[in-house]
Nanobody, 128 residues
Framework: VQLQASGGGLVQPGGSLRLSCTTS????????IGWFRQAPGKEREGVSC????????YYTDSVKGRFTISRDNAKNTVYLQMNSLKPEDTAVYSC??????????????????????WGQGTQVTVSS
């Protein structure tokens, strides 16, 4: 069971990036996926989560209206489209899932402690 995040890079403020979280070893269609980020010297922060059955999505307030999470079960991939990027979005972004839990925890999806399978992160740097 593996997750792999990709798509990070250096982008100017106001720019866009699309991150991908590719899964292997388990059927993505039965799992929720969360995106998290961690900036230097800061705690890991929940960014977004997408449920499996109904595709319900959740976002942290600071990215609402700018980021969009989506999934393509046939490709075993979850995407995080990030628009209007700001310097404060700079962080290592990782994806994660909670074994056996198909839906995002509606009141606690943003808590890293609930997730037990993590992929390696991808660096996003927003700078001019």
């Amino acid at each position: 069971v593996q997750l792999q995040a990709s798509g990070g890079g250096l982008v100017q403020p106001g720019g866009s990036l699309r991150l991908s979280c590719t899964t292997s070893g388990f059927p993505l269609e039965h799992y929720s996926i969360g995106w998290f980020r961690q900036a230097p010297g800061k705690e890991r922060e929940g960014v977004s989560c997408i449920s499996s059955s109904d595709g319900r999505t959740y976002y942290t307030d600071s990215v609402k209206g700018r980021f969009t999470i989506s999934r393509d079960n046939a490709k075993n991939t979850v995407y995080l489209q990030m628009n209007s990027l700001k310097p404060e979005d700079t962080a290592v972004y990782s994806c994660a899932t909670e074994r056996g839990v198909p839906e995002c925890r509606s009141a606690a999806w943003y808590r890293p402690a609930h997730y037990d399978i993590w992929g390696q992160g991808t660096q996003v740097t927003v700078s001019s």
